[in-house]
């Protein structure tokens, strides 16, 4: 399970609309809520009670999974509301979304930035009915709801009407218009019409003091009639939630067309970033839908920070950190860098309200930041853009946050004894201390970027000298063979440490599972025996593993980038396919998409270092339009790659790089710097069936300390 869902998105916009059952994770689908193991199905069809607003994409169990403002045509009374029904002749296209519902009434939704658009065709019935519910939130799963604290519903007359419920405690505002003339508007709670009712308010709302409200408009349908449902979200209030519906969705009335045809369009122009030919069909599809998956997250609400008065980005859904600092982020700076900045002045204004630097950042008030994950994520991709000379940021405001940061939580201990379990937050300050340095010495700090610095170099504490792995501590999900290999700014000495080239190259083959017998993937229910068992292997766990994304590339450190090749193109041909289960694990949000995109053209990106190191790509050529700039990558000897999991040909052959050229001149190393990578220009990679030495022998940069310095 991908935990991906069909529905309606716009490019990085707040709103999400899609078919609703209330099953994990999304709200979309047939299964329980599952961790671990093949999914349980929690029904045995496609069925759905409405269609809901605000969706995750891709995430796991993180215990707020929105479901806001459920919308569900009706030819029944209105005391079945809450039933679902079949699912039938679905299409899922960029922006756009539909279905027929068993009782006959196709459904049709596009989305705007902020605006959703339901197209309702319905049969003929005497008493049909649209009805919204505003106490809908979360899933159908035990501690799956989410209830709202407070709300205030409103009938306006006139097929309009308005309601703001605070949920997690965000006010989310709608104002919606229902095109349905001759329809009575009237509010209802507890599932009963308020006669000649214009207002509810609630206070105080508990699990266990919750009825159902919301308003619905009521009347007769002919066969084949239409109705369409505009509604405008806001954090800020239903009049701005207003401001933005006559935004996208005035004068031009009805507005379903006009709304899917503009973000049909932007959908298009974001696919366009990256453009690939050759491969095979199913893999060009896989590469469309992962570029897609990557440009869903995060939802950028322009204006609308409900913590904060003033104007500027606003972004949530950041889920988290962790999952995308590696690959989704650079990815975003490459090809949407404006929207790249924007979240970083959103991270910092967050910064300065909350205290922290988030690691993950719903549409939710308070703490629950997934700070158990990881420690100054958000330093990686400060350094980064920095270091590109991205304008928009006020450095000397970023570099004063970001010291401060390093001091909070987990840097505490850090600070006074340079090491601090969980031993991977040892790393993740290492590092962080390492990209602030970079910005403190690029801002003429020169005594702060030394003290960083020297702190950086104390990576080597979270690890012990007699096995070259991390040091025995908890883990989030994974081993410390899992975080034992990840990219640091000091591979040189990690690899010494490890005991030389061919000790590192050792224990990376056993990881991978080179020579070793095949893994039996857990089943159905999984019991702690046999999970424990599978861990216990210190293996590989998979892409969607986060720890273990950055991984194969480890071996360009050590000389064999033909390792590298095997284990990417592998996962590449074998992971991921073009049907329902065609994401090996959790999307997250795009950062498994990401990976999937960037394996594919030929680059990988070591965030926080301002690096891309290169491999064999998956397609003949590639265009990746970076900001104003073109990055063509080119090969010569390609050899079709099908994809082995969908069973199209024969095992795809491993392709490796013999030789490379960056604008005509030829180039000997693995890497190129991000600003090579975002200057544009022609990158050509001569490929063969073969192991060659090219790239063996002058290794990625790294920044190892002075021998006055070093632990």
């Not at 933005?244 to 369009?265: I, K, S």
């Not at 893999?283 to 322009?302: E, G, N, Q």
């Not at 401060?404 to 850090?414: Q, S």
């Amino acid at each position: 399970m991908g935990n991906t869902h069909p529905g309606a998105t716009s490019p990085l916009g707040m709103v999400s609309a899609c078919a609703y059952s209330g099953a994990y994770p999304t709200g979309y689908g047939r299964y329980t809520k599952n961790t671990e193991g093949l999914p349980e199905e929690m029904y045995d069809r496609l069925q759905a009670s409405g269609f809901t607003h605000f969706q995750q994409s891709g995430t796991g169990a993180i215990r707020k999974y929105y479901n806001y403002v459920r919308v569900t045509p009706m030819v029944e009374p209105l005391d079945v509301l809450g039933q679902a029904w079949g699912l039938s002749d679905e299409v899922a296209e960029a922006g756009y979304y539909a279905a027929t519902l068993g009782t006959g009434v196709r459904c049709e939704l596009t989305v705007g930035a902020k605006v959703a658009v339901h197209r309702y065709t319905f049969p003929e019935a005497r008493s049909a009915r649209i009805v919204v519910d505003l106490s809908c939130g979360g899933l159908d799963i035990e501690l799956g709801r989410t209830v709202p604290l407070r709300a205030q519903v409103e009938n306006m007359g006139q097929g309009r009407a308005q309601g703001t419920v605070v949920m997690e405690g965000v006010p989310l505002s709608v104002y919606l218009e229902v095109d349905s003339p001759g329809w009575r508007p009237m509010l209802w709670y507890d599932r009963r019409l308020i006669d000649g009712g214009t207002r509810l308010d609630f206070d105080s709302i508990r699990h266990t003091t919750l009825r159902p409200f919301g308003m619905l408009f009521m009347g007769p349908a002919t066969a084949g009639q239409t109705i369409e449902v505009r509604l405008g979200f806001s954090l800020r209030g239903c009049d701005q939630a207003r401001r933005n519906l006559e935004r996208e969705c005035w004068p031009t009335q009805p507005a379903f067309e006009a709304v899917h045809a503009a973000t049909r369009t932007r959908w298009a122009d974001h696919i366009d970033r990256v453009r690939v030919e050759g491969g095979t069909p199913a893999r060009r599809t896989v590469m469309a839908t992962a570029l897609y998956h990557s440009l869903i997250k995060p939802c950028f609400a322009d204006d609308e920070s409900p913590f904060w008065p003033t104007a500027g980005p606003y972004a949530f859904d950041i889920c988290t950190m962790w999952d995308i600092y590696k690959t989704q982020l650079p990815l975003l700076a490459a090809i949407v860098p404006d929207r790249a900045t924007d979240l970083l002045e959103s991270l910092i204004r967050v910064c300065e309200e909350e205290g922290n630097f988030p690691n993950g950042y719903r549409m939710a008030r308070g703490a629950d930041r997934f700070f158990r994950q990881a420690s100054a994520l958000a330093h990686t991709a400060l350094a980064d853009a920095h270091a590109l000379g991205r304008p928009g940021v006020d450095w000397s405001w970023a570099l004063v946050h970001m010291v401060d940061d390093l001091r909070r939580l987990y840097g505490e201990d850090f600070f006074e004894h340079g090491v601090v379990h969980p031993i991977t937050h040892t790393l993740d300050l290492a590092y962080a201390h390492y990209c602030t340095a970079q910005v403190a010495r690029a801002l003429n700090d020169r005594r702060l970027a030394d003290d960083l610095e020297r702190r950086s170099w104390q990576w080597s504490n979270a690890f012990d000298p007699d096995t070259g792995l991390l040091r025995d501590s908890d883990f989030y999900e994974g081993g410390k063979w899992n975080y034992s290999f990840r990219l640091l700014h000091d591979m040189a000495g990690r690899i010494a440490l490890a005991g030389g080239d061919a000790a590192f190259v050792e224990m990376l083959d056993r990881f991978f599972g080179f020579g070793a017998a095949p893994v039996k993937q857990p089943g159905l229910r999984p019991s702690p025996v046999e999970m424990a068992a599978g861990f216990a292997l210190n293996r590989f766990e998979g892409l969607n593993n986060e720890p273990d994304m950055e991984v194969p590339w480890a071996y360009h450190y050590a000389g064999r980038p033909d390792r590298t090749a095997e284990v990417v193109q592998a996962a590449l041909a074998w992971q991921f396919g073009t049907g329902p289960g065609g994401l090996p694990g959790n999307d997250d949000s795009g950062a498994l998409s990401s990976w999937y995109v960037w394996a594919s053209i030929g680059l990988f990106p070591v965030a926080g270092q301002s690096l891309f190191l290169l491999n064999a790509p998956a397609f003949e050529r590639a265009t990746l339009r970076v900001g104003d700039e073109e990055l063509v990558i080119e090969t010569s000897g390609h050899r079709g790659t099908p994809i082995g999991a969908d069973g199209i040909g024969d095992e795809p052959p491993t392709q490796y790089v013999q030789s490379a050229t960056l604008n005509g001149e030829p180039l000997h190393t693995t890497h190129l710097s991000a600003a090579a990578v975002h200057r544009g220009g022609r990158l050509h990679l001569r490929l063969g069936t073969q192991p060659s030495s090219w790239g063996c022998e002058t290794r990625p940069p790294s920044h190892s300390p002075p021998p006055e310095e070093a632990p």
